[in-house]
């Protein structure tokens, strides 16, 4: 994982097979700024959302460990994910 990411982009990192489905929709930055991380997390959610909710929810579960255990930050404004 990245220092800063998204969980749609957690998605994608996880899962080669639904990032080179997305892809087709959906450019993805190779090494994003925060604010193309922001502009691409507003058009991949509802294509991931629809698409891979399964993947969805388990990069969720995975936030939520790295949130419980102190290794992951995670901003409910912008939707940024920080590596502690």
């Known amino acids: 994982m990245s220092n800063t990411t998204t969980v749609p982009h957690l998605v994608l990192e996880n899962n080669p097979e639904i990032k080179a489905q997305v892809t087709q929709e959906v ?4 090494n994003p700024t925060e604010t193309q991380l922001l502009e691409e997390h507003s058009k991949l959610y509802p294509v ?3 698409d891979f909710k399964e993947a969805w929810i388990k990069a969720c579960d995975e936030v939520d460990e790295g949130i419980a255990n102190g290794t992951l930050v995670f901003n409910g404004e912008n939707g940024l994910i920080t590596k502690v």
Do not use: E, W
Not at 27 to 30: F, L
């Open 48 to 50: 991931i959302m629809r």
């Open 27 to 30: 450019y993805v930055t190779p």
